[in-house]
């Protein structure tokens, strides 16, 4: 079996490089460590966390809003079987629809461990040890990330858990302690502090989601107290100990002194680390800096005609930029001349409210030098907002002071996840915050906010505030 291009991995970085790959007439194979295709997003990450978001937002507003929309129903109660239940069919679906477009495109899908035995030649070893060989011009590395545990903490995946057990707890945790405050642990503790869960954040940073915009952090953070939330930042966990149905967290915090911390799980969401075991890398050359694969500026590693994408190289570890690196590379094997602008791929946290942001945070333009301009608009301003009950968060602006180009978009509010595409569109075209603040936006809407905050920016002249 001989292929022009084979991918290793079939997360979202994986499988749009072989559907872009497939499109553009070149003999695919895509191989994949598990059974279902998808990889970690599709399986136990960005897909079952924002069906599990969602059931939990539901039961939220039931218990907590809907009266006030004089909707009156008996007491509501969490079955908690019957969401993760659901969240199983999401997925399910979803990589089935995945499995569909592998057939569609005339892609062949290998099960099993995928390695190097030399540059052009990869061994795949199923589960039950069978071992085919494929024959490659070149090869796509996608095998992504898995969740980083550290020594002080016994990962014990019952209750000291990862992302992964997280969304299949068979029980409301009574009191949910998350190391770190970054993105999958704020997602998931708010789906079980939305079900009746305490939840402690413990924070080494002096602050949470701390590579977006520092106002999001702000916001957010008192947006997530309202629904049971603690934060201990500038805490550092120096160790941890679980029974059958409790674990301790022992924390120092900025006084060097140790605090105990018990609960009935332990969360470790202290971020991803790059998964290339199996791979054999050693066997074609290639060696990993930090645990990432080295690549040049066309994604090729050290080793001519192998890639690499997503999560094993540099970067943001995102589905969206796997994606487009995906087809980035596919597209150079083509012949194309594609590019991708990393500074306008967005970050998103599906909180609620959500918090999105593309391109420089305030932070990073203090740093530079670069003098720019704020304007921000609150939704508690906004008629959309009012309506839907959904006032917490604002719009930041960050333009430039001379030339009034827009340089950030950080949104904090109600389907902030939706709009900052606008923000993206505005910034690839380089567009000024005038030139948005002169566009007609529908009301009532939240988009409205992003006009607003580009009025403020222009000339500090927003008109509802």
Not at 303 to 308: Q, R
Request: proline residues 3%; glycine residues 10%; contains cysteine.
């Amino acid at each position: 079996m001989k292929y022009d291009v084979t991918i290793i991995g079939s997360g979202p970085g994986g499988y749009v490089a072989a559907i872009r790959a497939a499109q553009l007439g070149l003999k695919t194979a895509i191989i994949e460590k598990y059974n279902t295709l998808g990889g970690t997003c599709l399986n136990v990450g960005c897909i079952p966390s924002k069906a599990l978001l969602d059931s939990s937002e539901h039961f939220h507003n039931a218990v907590h809003t809907f009266k006030t929309h004089g909707i009156d129903i008996e007491s509501p109660k969490v079955n908690l079987a019957q969401m993760i239940k659901r969240k199983n069919e999401v997925i399910s679906q979803t990589c089935d629809g995945v499995k569909f477009l592998m057939k569609k495109n005339k892609i062949d899908v290998f099960h099993g461990v995928g390695s190097f035995v030399n540059k052009n030649l990869i061994k795949v070893t199923a589960a039950d040890g069978k071992i085919q060989e494929i024959e490659t011009d070149k090869t796509i590395i996608a095998t992504g990330s898995k969740p980083i545990t550290i020594p002080p903490v016994p990962y014990d995946k019952k209750r000291i858990i990862t992302s992964t057990e997280a969304l299949n707890l068979t029980e409301i945790p009574k009191h949910l302690i998350i190391i770190g405050g970054g993105v999958i642990g704020l997602e998931i503790g708010s789906v079980y502090a939305r079900l009746g869960a305490k939840v402690s954040v413990v924070e080494l940073m002096d602050s949470i989601i701390s590579t977006m915009d520092g106002t999001m952090g702000k916001e957010l953070q008192k947006s997530l107290k309202k629904i049971g939330f603690d934060f201990y930042l500038k805490h550092k966990v120096v160790g941890a100990s679980s029974t059958e149905s409790e674990v301790t967290v022992k924390v120092e915090n900025e006084k060097g002194e140790i605090i105990d911390f018990k609960g009935d799980y332990c969360l470790m969401s202290i971020g991803r680390k790059p998964y290339t075991e199996g791979l054999a890398l050693e066997n074609i050359g290639i060696q990993t800096e930090k645990g990432k694969i080295p690549v040049n500026d066309h994604l090729e590693t050290s080793i001519k005609g192998i890639f690499a994408i997503g999560d094993v190289v540099k970067g943001a570890m995102l589905a969206h930029k796997a994606e487009e690196e995906g087809v980035f590379v596919a597209e150079q094997m083509a012949g194309q001349k594609p590019h991708i602008n990393y500074l306008l791929i967005p970050n998103v946290v599906y909180t609620w409210p959500e918090v999105a942001g593309v391109g420089h945070t305030e932070e990073q333009l203090k740093e530079s030098g670069r003098k720019y301009k704020v304007g921000s608009f609150p939704f508690k301003a906004l008629g959309r907002a009012r309506a839907s009950m959904d006032i917490d968060g604002l719009v930041k602006i960050l333009a430039d002071s001379q030339t009034d180009e827009i340089l950030g978009v950080h949104i904090i509010g109600a389907r902030a996840a939706d709009m900052i595409a606008a923000g993206v569109v505005a910034m690839e075209y380089r567009a000024s915050a005038e030139d948005v603040a002169r566009m007609s936006h529908a009301h009532p809407t939240y988009m409205e906010a992003v006009k607003e905050a580009c009025l403020a920016a222009t000339a500090n002249r927003a008109m509802h505030v």
